[in-house]
């Protein structure tokens, strides 16, 4: 199994940056992609970014697209998301998920990745 560990939220004023780390450990070898999801409260949890574990390769949500960066330190087994512009509407708690060779599911979907993390507050003030 995967145990996936998120941090680098907090409070920030719109425009500001934040960059969140996401710790991967245990069975490292088996991951494909690794996702950035949010959750608002009493919406579902929205895919924001993902990263092939291979080759780097990303691609994003348009509500994030040239704002947000997403990016991988093999050695590290850590993924990243920078966060630059940030919005009100940005204000959530951040998850990061992975995504197995054999998982099916849509690559933007929640339902498509696991061993989701606890979780990391992200609030942007207006």
């Known amino acids: 199994q995967v145990h996936m560990v998120e941090s680098g939220g907090g409070l920030v004023q719109a425009g500001g940056s934040l960059r969140l780390s996401c710790a991967a450990s245990?069975?490292?070898?088996?991951?494909?992609?690794v996702g950035w999801f949010r959750q608002a409260p009493g919406k579902e949890r929205e895919f924001v970014a993902a990263i092939r574990w291979s080759d780097g390769d990303t691609y994003y949500a348009d509500s994030v697209k040239d704002r947000f960066t997403i990016s991988r330190d093999n050695a590290k087994n850590t993924v990243y998301l920078q966060m630059n512009s940030l919005k009100p509407e940005d204000t959530a708690v951040y998850y990061c998920g992975a995504r197995h060779f054999l998982t099916t599911g849509s690559l933007y979907s929640a339902a498509g990745f696991g061993s989701w993390g606890q979780g990391t507050q992200v609030t942007v003030s207006s």
């Open positions: 245990g069975r490292t070898f088996s991951l494909n992609r």
